[in-house]
């Protein structure tokens, strides 16, 4: 019990960096989702195939392979960042995949009409596209894209593994000085879910706002 | 021909010639940019030797092609282990979750409620350290935890997703509860809930490279210990190239497997009310399923 009271600063250090590789991390997650979704329902063949191949690798790339790949091999050909940037891209870039397809399937939700009187008053695509359809469209993705911020959250764990200092890295310092180890994954079972708990509260209060039911 | 492609979307007419010519110009220039961009890479590998003979050499030694071979042998291990473990937990935490008894129910939601909300690693790691199983052991029951959880879920909105005229009827027969689920219920779910299982495996397959991170011997652990060979100038980008398609091939045949049952069974009148979602991953939120 005393595991948390004694060493309440490295748990909080691993905590709130947790927090921030999840909230850097969802940024460009859904800046690069949108992205990758407007790339998808986009009149270009070519946008729309670089889209595809984005969300279908990545969707079926490990992610520890993603994280061995862009942590120890990037630096390999000269590409040295710290190593809590290339925990954030890997981490970004594999959920942007999934993000990209909560919001393709939300647009897919709106009746086709909307684009049909949206085109007849004149509108161009990307007109269309984020003045009519995705404005509806966000409104029914809220809970998808809650559920993938939310495994996002709990993914950032690897890079603990991967030794970028968060929540369940705190483990390793700790063992080592001797502390009950059962306590020790207590607490960090713990702050996970305050923060997987967090991030779910924030969604309902924004899906009770202006979700509508799919 | 051309028609019937965009007719799938609601964003945009069909295009005029003009406009075809405008698209055409941005596909030109947006393949030439990737194009660029791809140049730039294998520029910098070559600029950096990723490409000279030492650093390929190992993949022609037998001992280390078994050495990769053996990896993937114990990732697929790993992947069936788990795959069964949490078929049946995920039927036993589903029965529980159907159950008419409140304590059993109460039980089991408690169960996939905090398995689900819980990291895989932190899992992994709390059997692999605290408990102190062996790596695979260890493993295999974090994946089968999470997996199961989540498999759970998926097994119960597939028996709800029956019509509700169907488990009534079976009652009305004078069927007990134990046999309206083995005899109607679950054998028109299985075929609803299909694709969302195997997609759910998909996630367990490629959960079993968390094993790496607990030195259980599997395919990125064979290619982290080549790549950190010093004989052959540390061929870490190689390995890379050679393992990721081959993890990812893996990843992508089972997906694609997921979407062609799901595809076939669109097309079977028998199976026309139920759709079951596969699961979100890791939800904490009411009303998702």
Request: charged share 15%; aromatic share 12%.
């Amino acid at each position: 019990m005393d595991v948390l009271t004694s060493n309440f600063s490295t748990f909080a250090k691993g905590f709130l960096g947790t927090v921030e590789l999840t909230v850097y991390a969802s940024i460009l997650a859904l800046v690069l989702g949108f992205v990758m979704a407007s790339f998808r329902v986009a009149p270009v063949g070519s946008f729309r195939a670089f889209g595809t191949v984005w969300v279908t690798v990545l969707r079926n790339t490990p992610l520890t392979l993603l994280f061995f790949a862009v942590l120890l091999g990037l630096p390999r050909f000269g590409l040295v960042l710290p190593f809590k940037v290339f925990a954030i891209l890997a981490l970004g870039c594999y959920t942007s995949a999934f993000i990209c397809e909560a919001l393709r399937s939300g647009i897919n939700t709106v009746p086709r009409g909307q684009g049909e009187a949206a085109r007849s008053l004149g509108m161009t695509f990307s007109q269309t596209l984020s003045m009519v359809v995705l404005p509806q469209a966000f409104r029914s993705v809220i809970p998808p894209v809650g559920s993938t911020l939310i495994a996002l959250a709990k993914n950032s764990a690897i890079a603990g593994a991967f030794s970028v200092n968060e929540l369940l890295g705190t483990y390793k310092t700790l063992s080592e000085l001797g502390y009950n180890i059962i306590w020790t994954f207590f607490w960090i079972a713990v702050g996970y879910l305050i923060i997987t708990l967090t991030i779910s509260a924030i969604f309902n209060v924004l899906e009770k706002r202006w979700g509508v039911p799919r | 021909m051309k028609a019937l492609a965009h007719d799938a979307t609601a964003l945009y007419d069909v295009p005029g010639p003009k406009t075809e010519r405008r698209h055409r110009l941005y596909g030109v220039l947006s393949t030439l940019i990737v194009l660029g961009l791809l140049a730039w890479i294998f520029y910098l590998l070559f600029d950096t030797d990723q490409f000279t003979y030492t650093k390929w050499m190992p993949f022609e030694y037998k001992g280390i092609q078994e050495l990769l071979l053996r990896g993937l042998g114990n990732t697929l291990k790993a992947f069936a282990l788990a795959a069964v473990l949490s078929l049946v937990l995920g039927t036993v935490l589903a029965v529980g979750r159907l159950s008419d008894h409140r304590p059993v129910r109460w039980l089991a939601t408690l169960v996939v409620e905090f398995f689900r909300a819980m990291p895989v690693l932190v899992m992994i790691f709390f059997i692999f350290v605290a408990l102190k199983v062996q790596p695979l052991p260890a493993l295999v029951a974090g994946l089968a935890l999470y997996n199961g959880s989540v498999l759970a879920e998926v097994f119960r909105s597939g028996v709800n997703s029956v019509e509700r005229g169907q488990g009534e009827a079976a009652f009305a027969l004078g069927m007990r509860k134990t046999q309206v689920m083995t005899h109607v219920l679950v054998p028109q779910a299985v075929r609803a809930m299909l694709p969302a299982i195997i997609s759910q495996l998909v996630v367990a397959l490629k959960d079993t490279s968390l094993g790496y991170l607990i030195t259980y011997e599997e395919f990125l652990h064979a290619g982290k210990l080549i790549a950190s060979n010093l004989d052959y100038d540390l061929p870490f980008i190689p390995v890379v190239m050679v393992i990721s398609p081959i993890y990812i091939g893996m990843c992508m045949l089972l997906s694609w497997f997921a979407q062609w049952v799901s595809k076939r069974q669109r097309r079977n009148p028998k199976v026309e009310a139920a759709e079951v979602a596969p699961a979100e991953p890791g939800t904490l939120l009411p009303g998702v399923q």
